[in-house]
């Protein structure tokens, strides 16, 4: 009876260690499965902030195909942009006079003629292409109880005119410039009113223009 009691008292003593054995590894179950939730969770940040990192490089690299691409649009309208400036003076003939009727003046003399667009022949500029061009010029002439005057004209329409009068017999000049928009073909030239004249010497008399940019 004694031995059975024994038995009895071992097998409760087994029974309790097997219990704890399966609380202890009951909670240690639970942990590892804290923790591989937790890895879980960081790896599934880990693969957001990768797929964020993915797209802002691909937005990167949208941006430095845009920006490449128009540095080159640039490179290509900078290098196909029309090139188009001259500078010519009248010749050095002493007095160039309007007898009865307007006189358009020929500068014939062509320091720079870029682009071929103004002629010596005709003393007009031919708008090659459509855009806003720069026009400037100086003209001179000796007044002596006198006046000077200049024109300047666009498809045959005055755009501006100056004038001036002096009694000291010495050079006397006149300067202006303006921005015209002119379509292809438009024509620019200088004239002096009738009976008035210019006094042409060591390049006076100097008429301009470039392109600005095109429209």
Do not use: W
């Not at 010029?137 to 006046?147: A, E, G, K, N």
């Amino acid at each position: 009876m004694e031995h059975v009691k024994k038995d009895t008292a071992a097998q409760h003593t087994d029974l309790t260690t097997m219990k704890t054995e399966v609380i202890t590894l009951t909670k240690e179950n639970a942990t590892q499965e804290t923790r591989l939730a937790a890895s879980e969770t960081e790896v599934m940040n880990l693969k957001m902030e990768t797929a964020a990192q993915e797209s802002e490089l691909t937005a990167v690299k949208t941006r430095l195909e845009a920006t490449e691409t128009e540095v080159v649009n640039l490179e290509k309208e900078i290098t196909e942009q029309p090139k188009v400036a001259f500078s010519a003076a009248l010749p050095n003939s002493g007095y160039i006079e309007a007898g009865g009727t307007e006189l358009n003046l020929v500068f014939d003399k062509t320091f720079t003629n870029v682009g071929q667009a103004y002629s010596s022949i005709t003393g007009f500029f031919t708008a090659p292409v459509k855009g806003v061009y720069y026009f400037r010029f100086t003209v001179v002439d000796i007044l002596s109880s006198r006046y000077m005057y200049i024109r300047m004209y666009k498809n045959g329409e005055q755009v501006m005119q100056l004038f001036e009068h002096d009694t000291d017999g010495q050079y006397t000049y006149l300067s202006s410039g303006v921005t015209l928009q002119l379509e292809v073909g438009d024509v620019v030239n200088m004239r002096i009113p009738p009976s008035y004249r210019l006094y042409s010497s060591d390049n006076r008399n100097i008429f301009s223009g470039f392109l600005l940019f095109l429209l």
